[in-house]
């Protein structure tokens, strides 16, 4: 990859390369994942519409509550049972009442609360006032009835006496009384405006959800009905209902639809015991003013049913930068069908064994590389009694040859291709007139120097840095430099100047000592290439020190004495 400050990676395209798998099995796999994916892309494109622009609604309601009953002292009509006030979006349908009539203001005897009964003065407290009870005590404990005695308080009397609801409801017959409920919604980025009143609106009808699902006047009963309520059992005590209208609207042309759904459930918790307030109910009064100017009150618990209205629903309309952006975000999911061969492939046993497959490491082999992170020492050694290639991150301090490393898989290539140039295959002798003629410091070879005691090989020379005291061999044996592939494949100079010629056809071989310079040089490379194969490792490779000696040995500088530049110059 180009450094990103070049000005020439501008112009540069990067594309991944691919590895293609012949085999039936995971090709099968593979579209079949594809096709799944692809039905399941294209039903959430269609059923949630992923193509369009959505809107939220907003909406007013109003409702008007119809209906009269009949009980054993009055009659109740629409003033009577419906209350406003309770809430936004909602209305209250009385259903149950206790009624506390001619109420003044002075003492009287508190209901017999828990707190309020008492026995003597003592138990009583002036100017307490309990937070169940209904007025502030006096310090007077009197009479009740003919049985019970309670602190006395000042407060509108006679106070309620009455604590549970009448059973049945009195308004028991609210379960046919209607409600017409009339919504306008409208969405704002379509500036689309609708109703849930139809035109051709009856207004005798009744909601029914098989038969009139668009009438927008309910009866009380069917709603508890459909919420799954019985409407004798809730109006004793109340409740909260919930009604909802959603609005799916589609507003294309081809398929314009924007109709209300009605649903209901109960909101209120039907499960709370006595002590927690079950149902729903609050006090109110009503007040008079007595001939001499007195004023009088009837107090009226209600208990009854709030219907609470919900307002909900989007509309949505064709957008083509919606739909590029679903297309957009869903390619990803064709990717699961790589992912899930390629943990077939790279897993180290079958489904039905323990073994290991050679066809799942030969793909992993393939398909991965293994490289380590940067590091400011590394090298790269090969021995020949041993394979792989040794790679050594972390220096001990002494000679390369006892130094532990991690081995690595050798990769082939580039010598295999250039060892196949022709050549004509002739051994090297200082007698041959087309070789190099040897100077006079090779008659001082490998027999006569002193042997290191990391030499395995036995024609090592003595070497200072500690990363050219490294021999060919790890353990005792011949050497590598003085076999005859060696010759043939490193220090052959037919092959060495077809492989010069073959980078350079123009070259120059003439001059003795540029072209000793060349072959030496050449014969670094073929020797790394044949030993470190394929890759990136020449940099890094470190040569055996009887490799190196022997090929200068056959190609030496101009006056013999000159000094060679070595390993740590490549750095």
């Keep these: 990859m180009a450094a990103c400050s070049s000005l020439s990676s501008v112009c540069q395209y990067e594309t991944k390369k691919v590895l293609r798998i012949y085999s039936v099995w995971y090709g099968s796999l593979k579209w079949l994942i594809h096709l799944i994916v692809t039905l399941y892309v294209s039903i959430v494109l269609l059923a949630d519409r992923r193509y ?32 406003p006030g309770q809430g936004v979006n909602s209305f209250f349908v009385l259903t149950n009442i206790i009624t506390t009539e001619n109420q003044v203001q002075g003492l009287c005897p508190e209901f017999p609360l828990a707190k309020a009964v008492c026995n003597t003065d003592k138990s009583c407290t002036k100017g307490r006032v309990d937070p169940q009870g209904n007025g502030i005590q006096t310090g007077k404990c009197v009479k009740y009835n003919s049985t019970v005695n309670t602190c006395e308080v000042y407060a509108w009397c006679p106070v309620e006496s009455a604590k549970t609801a ?26 689309y405006t609708t109703r849930n009143i139809p035109p051709e609106f009856n207004i005798s009808c009744i909601y029914s959800k098989h038969q009139a699902s668009l009438c927008p006047i309910f009866r009380l009963g069917d709603i508890l009905e459909e919420a799954g309520e019985k409407f004798s059992e809730l109006a004793i005590q109340g409740g909260i209902i919930g009604i909802e209208i959603n609005w799916d609207c589609n507003l294309d042309a081809w398929g314009n639809r924007c109709r209300p759904n009605y649903g209901f459930r109960r909101l209120d918790d039907k499960r ?18 007595q001939p001499g100017g007195k004023e009088e009150r009837t107090l009226i618990k209600a208990y009854g049913i709030r219907f609470d209205i919900l307002i909900f629903g989007t509309a949505g309309k064709f957008n083509f930068f919606e739909l590029v952006v679903y297309i957009g975000s869903v390619l990803s999911y064709f ?41 400011n020492t590394m090298f790269y050694v090969t021995f020949v009694d041993e394979p792989g290639i040794l790679m050594i991150d972390r220096l ?26 022709p050549y004509r295959d002739r051994p090297i002798s200082p007698q041959n007139s087309e070789e ?70 123009f070259l120059d071989l003439r001059g003795a000592e540029a072209a000793n310079t060349l ?21 890094r490779a470190v040569m055996p020190n009887c490799c190196r000696g022997r090929i200068r040995e056959v190609f030496p500088k101009e006056n013999g004495e000159g000094k060679y530049s070595g390993f740590g110059k490549r750095w």
């Design 52 to 83: 369009q622009k959505k809107d939220s609604v907003i909406s007013s309601v109003h409702m008007k509550v119809k209906g009269v009953s009949q009980t054993d002292r009055r009659v109740w009509d629409t003033a009577e049972y419906t209350i």
């Design 166 to 191: 009448p059973k049945p409801a009195i308004l028991e017959s609210a379960e046919n009384f209607t409600v017409l409920i009339k919504n306008n919604v409208h969405f704002p980025k379509f500036d």
């Design 272 to 289: 709370t015991n006595e002590g927690l307030y079950p149902g729903y109910n609050f006090r109110f009064a009503r007040y008079y003013k």
């Design 335 to 375: 990717g699961m069908a790589e992912f899930f061969v390629d943990c077939l492939l790279t897993s180290s046993t079958g489904f039905c064994c323990c073994k290991p497959d050679p066809v799942k490491e030969y793909y992993y082999n393939k398909k991965c590389q293994e490289v380590l992170g940067p590091r």
């Design 396 to 421: 001990s301090g002494t000679s390369l040859q006892t130094t532990e490393g991690r081995f690595i898989d050798k990769r082939q290539g580039d010598f295999v291709q250039s060892s196949q140039l």
């Design 436 to 505: 190099l003629q040897l100077l006079p410091n090779q008659r001082e070879g490998s027999c006569f120097r002193e042997r290191p005691s990391w030499c395995r090989c036995g024609k090592c020379g003595p070497a200072g840095p500690f990363w050219e005291q490294l021999c060919c061999r790890k353990t005792e044996g011949p050497c590598i430099a003085h076999s005859s592939s060696f010759e043939q494949l490193v220090l052959s100079q037919s092959r060495l100047e077809l492989v010069l010629l073959y980078k350079d056809p």
């Design 519 to 539: 072959f030496r040089h050449c014969a670094y490379e073929q020797y790394i290439h044949w030993r470190f194969g394929e890759g990136d490792l020449s940099a």
